[in-house]
Nanobody, 124 residues
Framework: QVQLVESGGGSVQAGGSLSLSCAAS????????MAWFRQAPGKEREGVAA???????TYADSVKGRFTFSKDSAKNTLYLEMNNLKPEDTAEYYC??????????????????WGQGTQVTVSS
């Protein structure tokens, strides 16, 4: 019942920046549970940043201090500001919303709705 559409991906040199956006639509969207994930070729999907009911944003250790998660509830849009990008950040990035089950570890919840992904490529 919720549609998520990512945008803003592209190619950038190491040390550069990119800003990703995720527009949400539908009648069951929750502003209290949302996250960004990524999946690199040959690797498992991993959480990048998560905002949950505690109102605290948490990040994967690999991106802490470089990525910033934000949201605009009025626009139903999620953002991921990525700075000082590294080649290891290369991956397909996905936004997710609406928690459905507690995991007990970062990114804390299983999410119900997912976008189609946007590719981020960082060259050395």
């Amino acid at each position: 019942q919720v549609q998520l559409v990512e945008s803003g991906g592209g190619s950038v040199q190491a040390g550069g920046s990119l800003s990703l956006s995720c527009a949400a639509s539908g009648d069951t969207y929750s502003r209290y549970c949302m996250a960004w994930f990524r999946q690199a070729p040959g690797k498992e999907r991993e959480g990048v940043a998560a905002f949950h009911f505690s109102a605290i944003t948490t990040y994967a250790d690999s991106v802490k201090g470089r990525f910033t998660f934000s949201k605009d509830s009025a626009k139903n849009t999620l953002y991921l500001e990525m700075n000082n990008l590294k080649p290891e950040d290369t991956a397909e990035y996905y936004c997710a919303a609406d928690c459905v089950r507690w995991l007990g570890y970062f990114p804390w919840y299983e999410y119900k709705y997912w976008g189609q992904g946007t590719q981020v490529t960082v060259s050395s």
